[in-house]
């Protein structure tokens, strides 16, 4: 099972593309160590990523750097596939 889902992220990551905004440069991972993570109370809304990770019940997303920076600083990335 491990093996199909390191081979599935690899594919994401060859695919060479964010897969919030579509951007091509400068791609990493973002992980979250639980799916539970995505949803903590007290917040009013979950991200755009957030439920894009949820719907797709995966932990990591490839993302460009500037989507990456946003999602750790809490504003909002530009999304074009949800």
Known sequence: MATV????LIHRLLAGQCELCEGR????VHHIRK???LDKSGRPERPSWARLMA???RKTLVVCQACH?????GRATATTRI
Do not use: S, T, V, Y
């Open 25 to 28: 440069i400068g791609l990493q």
């Open 55 to 57: 719907m797709r019940k």
């Open 35 to 37: 799916l539970a993570d």
């Open 5 to 8: 889902r390191r081979n599935e």
């Open 69 to 73: 920076q946003d999602i750790h600083a």
